[in-house]
């Protein structure tokens, strides 16, 4: 049975990444279960069937998997960030750092957000604010950060994140990137005020 389950398992992730692969290069419209089989080198569309009841099922699952392969990248420079500062720029760097090496996940995730997958990517986008605030809030507790509210600030932040995208698409570098974001917010939330 275990052997079942994997064999399903890495079935499913093999059609997830096709649907990544067609979403970042030729869009929405090109992600067809037709076009997912071929890129998947599967014989038959019931395989993806098998897996998911229809294209909003799938690719809700690829929001998943992108986010969970996000997660996996950014988890060992949060880990080893201390203190509030050294985290919250350690946030801002794993997470550019992300988009910038994750081109076809990042551009596949846009393409499901800009075709109608918005309540799917609700969840993960709810969750992540909860985390950037409360980090944010600990930092505040702790006295590293001046008051401010830190769902504004969250919102702030995650969208600065989430538009380096295009910016990194046109050859800004990574780490200049990074730097520029990292400066900007630390003096947001500094109690030293210039």
């Given amino acids: 049975m275990a ?6 398992a890495a ?15 030729g869009g929405y419209q090109a992600a067809t279960f037709d076009a997912i089989c071929k890129e998947a080198g599967l014989s038959s ?6 897996h998911f009841s229809g294209k909003a099922e799938l690719f ?17 420079a949060i880990d080893a960030a201390t203190g509030a500062r050294e985290l919250l720029a350690a946030v801002i760097r794993a997470n550019v750092a992300f988009v910038a090496g994750h081109v076809p996940q990042v551009r596949a995730l846009q393409q499901i957000l800009l075709n109608g ?22 930092g505040q507790r702790t006295g590293a950060f001046r008051p401010f509210d830190a769902r ?8 600065s994140i989430d538009n380096v995208a295009p910016l990194l698409a ?16 630390d003096r947001a939330v500094s109690q030293e005020r210039p």
Avoid at 3 to 8: D, L, M, T, Y
Avoid at 11 to 25: F, G, W
Avoid at 170 to 185: H, R, S
């Fill in 3 to 8: 052997g079942r389950e994997a064999a399903s």
């Fill in 11 to 25: 079935r499913k992730e093999q059609i997830i990444r096709a649907a990544i692969a067609l979403l970042a290069e």
């Fill in 45 to 50: 569309k019931r395989l993806i069937t098998y």
């Fill in 60 to 76: 809700a699952a690829v929001a998943d998997q992108v986010v969970a392969d996000a997660e996996a990248f950014m988890r060992p």
């Fill in 117 to 138: 997958g918005l309540d799917d990517w609700q969840r993960h986008h709810t969750r992540s604010m909860e985390r950037l605030a409360g980090m944010l809030t600990d």
């Fill in 152 to 159: 504004v600030m969250a919102a702030a932040l995650r969208a």
């Fill in 170 to 185: 046109v050859g800004l570098d990574p780490g200049d990137c990074a730097d520029e974001l990292v400066e900007l917010f």
